[in-house]
């Protein structure tokens, strides 16, 4: 297994005789060394603080973090077992089961931004569906923030994934949606809501 993104390259190895996943954070030569060096070592920290903030506080399955390499900015974490979201729904043609995972979808970021958590790629790529469930993985792009901006960006990011990469099944939509509204439990849900239709508005005009 091997990807490369923008920030990272991501591929497997063993590590304590298990097969894990690496992050490893390649160096940006048109950065000063010493400048590039301290933005990868603080995007690695958030990254592992996002993951141990989201499994402990919001109960939210996430791979395990079994070492951090500091000096080479590299993660070593816990290959979850599954298929992505993405693929599951391709693949099913069970609307009860569809129904239940968008339950599940709405209620894991409900928990997530009920502590604070953006995620900030929630697409149906970076979703692990499991025996035990759905996992979140790549928290590369998340941060603790109380901002219902942000949260109402992360919303609309799940739900431009769900319409565009997944067409027919609109619908999830609505369920994951109704299941966050559900479950968030701080007392800024109507502020995120009215985000979420600005955004959605801005997205728009953007087209």
């Known amino acids: ?35 590039d060096k301290s933005i990868r070592k603080s995007r690695m920290l958030s990254e592992a603080k996002c993951i141990k903030k989201a499994f402990e506080m919001a109960n939210v399955n996430t791979p395990t973090i079994y070492y951090m390499d500091m000096e080479n900015t590299r993660i070593f974490m816990e290959k979850l077992e599954g298929i992505t979201l993405k693929r599951f729904i391709l693949d099913n043609e069970n609307p009860k089961r569809l129904e239940e995972i968008a339950k ?15 995620h900030g790629d929630l697409t149906t790529s970076n979703i692990i569906v499991g025996s035990d469930g759905l996992s979140i993985i790549d928290f590369g792009l998340a941060e603790i923030a109380q901002s219902a901006e942000k949260k109402a960006v992360d919303l609309w990011i799940m739900k431009r994934t769900l319409s565009s990469s997944h067409i027919g099944y609109e619908w999830l939509i609505d369920v994951a949606i109704n299941e966050y ?23 728009r005009k953007m087209q």
């Open 1 to 35: 297994m091997f990807f490369q993104g923008a920030e990272a390259k991501v591929y497997t190895t063993t590590f304590l005789n298990k097969t894990v996943i690496v992050k490893d954070r390649f160096e940006k030569t048109y950065r000063l060394k010493e400048l």
């Open 104 to 118: 599940e979808l709405g209620s894991i970021v409900a928990r997530l931004h009920s502590n604070h958590i953006i």
């Open 181 to 203: 509204i559900r479950v968030y439990a701080l007392k800024d849900l109507e502020k995120i809501k009215q985000r979420l239709a600005l955004v959605q508005q801005r997205y």
